[in-house]
């Protein structure tokens, strides 16, 4: 998405929630290749540390045109 200024928003609804800042969380959700550590490790978490992650994937996906982490299997993906 595009904002009234003309920056870029990367945005993704599909299992979004609503936390205090000093909430975790304890939901297993979200794509593979994009997983946080602790939330492929079923800890808790805290959803702005994991969503950096996943912001830190996507420009390194954007960036070298692959994932960092890869698997012919989401197990050995994991």
């Known amino acids: 998405m595009i904002d009234d200024d003309n920056n870029v928003k990367v945005i993704d609804f599909g299992f979004s929630i609503c936390v205090k800042p000093d909430q975790t969380l304890n939901i297993f959700c979200g ?3 994009y ?3 602790e939330i492929v490790s079923k800890r808790n978490y805290k959803g702005f540390a994991t969503d950096v992650w ?3 994937i996507l420009l ?3 960036l ?5 982490f890869r698997g012919n299997s989401k197990n050995i993906l994991f």
């Open 60 to 62: 390194f996906a954007l």
């Open 31 to 33: 794509t593979p290749s």
């Open 35 to 37: 997983m946080a550590p």
């Open 64 to 68: 070298c045109g692959h994932f960092p």
């Open 54 to 56: 996943a912001l830190g």
